[in-house]
């Protein structure tokens, strides 16, 4: 197994490359769940490794790792325009 930072990336390329709409909740989930894997144990304050050591993943951890490490930038989802009129034909 690799580390927890390069199974995070390859979880979320992934996730990228299937479509899905990826934000800061997506990434805190991931990286939640690989931590667990590679042993962590999740609590109320943040994640405990076996050190004893807390980490929590905060919204601004997960924006600057998908920017940092990623290479990826937030951008505001897009709203359908104005409708047409029914008779705008006319």
């Known amino acids: 197994m690799g580390t927890a930072k390069g199974a995070l990336k390859t979880l979320l390329e992934d996730q990228r490359k299937s479509d899905a709409?990826?934000?800061?909740?997506?990434?805190?989930?991931l990286t939640i769940g690989?931590?667990?894997?590679?042993?962590?144990?999740?609590?109320?304050a943040g994640v405990v490794f076996d050190n004893g050591t807390t980490f929590s993943v905060s919204r601004q951890w997960?924006?600057?790792?998908?920017?940092?490490?990623?290479?990826?930038?937030?951008?505001?989802?897009?709203?359908v325009a104005q409708n047409l009129p029914k008779d705008w034909q006319e």
Do not use: P
């Open 21 to 29: 709409a990826i934000n800061s909740n997506i990434i805190r989930s």
């Open 34 to 44: 690989v931590l667990l894997v590679f042993g962590a144990v999740a609590t109320t």
């Open 62 to 79: 997960c924006r600057k790792f998908a920017s940092q490490e990623m290479g990826w930038s937030y951008r505001k989802a897009t709203t």
